[in-house]
DNA sequence: GGCTTTATTTTGATTAGTCAAATTCTTATC
DNA sequence: GATAAGAATTTGACTAATCAAAATAAAGCC
């Protein structure tokens, strides 16, 4: 068995090689596990003499096929978990994400295929993360961001990237959720700031960073 | 926060003191937990340093206060989570037990009110066993046997201890599960067996070690 | 191309948890 | 009350995961 370790790290190298097999670099890996960069080259090391992932030294580390199908085994549990904790124990989106951090290491398969059913097989979790199917196939569909999106066309809010506290809670006080409906008013790149119209009438302005974070489609 | 590690031993110290405050021997506690009793001494000068038990050297290990605190907080993580799988997720009450183990030290305190809310605030869990209150409150109630009980009294099945699969696999293919209506036929002492005679007409024979995991209360 | 800045790796230590085997204490038995 | 058996403890070693700080390689810049 995977400690919880291991499958934190192959969790975040898939997340951030970004659906493609790009290489991931050792500061990267190791800023978002909240460890110090000699940390990750060690485990990094370890995980590559188990045949999880190719290290590239002094380059950066990309999953093999072993480490994905047990990296996206632990996406697949992280967001049915959270998923769970909204629709039925009716949880705030905002607060699920440190839940299932903790949770996606301790469930069964059988556990989860009830709690799969029980949900109906849904395709993507309350952020709108796709959510990998028990094979192992994941939607990769790629999508404008309200950075980098078309302005004044009608759109729809399809997922928020992104999972700290802060950031989910200031979507939510400005509605911006997944499935919600906007338009970009105003883009002005030099002040890096994007002016949003709801359909509600009101407006919200956010920094390009932030908008980033945010990914859309045409409304249909 | 305790450790998973540290969890286990406490709520390990409880189950065996048997509610009383108890000295539980090392070697009791080791061959629980599955370790050497080496590993079980050092673990508890560890939990004895960190207030959390008394270690009386070579007698045995009690927990304080605050060990007992924290152990309550763990079996009732365990037992709402066992009703949970059950009364929610329909898997089977001979099987929960595992799942428990482990997702017991990955639960936070806001999931875990949720479930509590949603189970409509279970006194037990499948098996009969109590689930303490979020204050600590236990029901320390004690019940007879089938190995102790009074012979031909109409009974039910308040509660199975021992949570083996082998065990609980055979009280469920003989019906012996928390509920149920029997009554003692006939109980031999000198070849350690028991027969049981079920409200359906039917008769189970088990020795008395094994009816002594099974606890009963006169049927009203 | 050589020098500087930055990222990565290495080395040496530390903590939690464990086991095997030697040692020491307790208790039962004669 | 001495002794043998059994239980508990101690000691030394090991694995997984981590950090601090030194060493090294790669990139960027003039
Ligand atoms: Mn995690
Ligand atoms: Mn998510
Ligand atoms: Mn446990
Ligand atoms: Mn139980």
Redesign the interface.
Known sequence: MATSTVENYLKQILLLSAGDDALVSMGDLAAALAVVPGTATTMVKSLASDGLVDHHLRHGVRLTAAGRRVALGVLRRHRLIETF?VE????DWT?VHA?AE??E????D??LD??DA?LGHPAADPHGDPIPTRLGKIDAQVYATLATCVVAQPLRIVRVTEQSGEFLQFAERNGLRPGARVRVAERDLAAGLITLKKTSGRTVALSLAAAGNILVAPAR
């Not at 039925?88 to 949880?91: D, E, R």
Request: aromatic share 0%; hydrophobic share 65%; no cysteine.
């Open positions: 904790l039925v124990l009716k949880m607060e839940e903790l949770l290491h301790a469930i069964s059988a556990v009830r709690l029980l």
